[in-house]
Nanobody, 127 residues
Framework: QVQLVESGGDSVQAGGSLRLSCAASGPIAGSNCMGWFRQAPGKEREGVAA????????YYAAAVKGRFTISQGGAKNTLYLQMNSLKPEDTGMYYC????????????????????WGQGAQVTVSS
């Protein structure tokens, strides 16, 4: 069974930076996509960033493009999310996920269809 464990959540002021980590264990080789989702209070969970395992293609939500960077560790069983220039609207619970790649009708990589979830890491950005 795949297990995903996030770490690195914290409280920061606007303009600050955080790096989230996700340690994956189990038969992760069955998943060809890993990514980060977030959920703010009273809102639906949304995709933030994703990486296509095997070809390193990446996806970013418009709200974070240019500020967040997703990457994998050398052993490919660790996922990172570097978050810079944080804004109060970035506040939420951040979840690591693994699953299958999603593509749009234009065949552009559009993130993950999650099969596995981590327990979440809280990120709070104050103004």
């Amino acid at each position: 069974q795949v297990q995903l464990v996030e770490s690195g959540g914290d409280s920061v002021q606007a303009g600050g930076s955080l790096r989230l980590s996700c340690a994956a264990s189990g038969p992760i080789a069955g998943s060809n996509c890993m990514g980060w989702f977030r959920q703010a209070p009273g809102k639906e969970r949304e995709g933030v960033a994703a990486i296509a395992i095997g070809d390193s293609g990446t996806y970013y939500a418009a709200a974070v493009k240019g500020r967040f960077t997703i990457s994998q560790g050398g052993a490919k069983n660790t996922l990172y999310l570097q978050m810079n220039s944080l804004k109060p609207e970035d506040t939420g619970m951040y979840y690591c996920a693994a699953g299958a790649r999603r593509y749009g009708p234009d065949l552009v990589f559009r993130g993950c269809a999650p099969e596995y979830w981590g327990q979440g890491a809280q990120v709070t950005v104050s103004s």
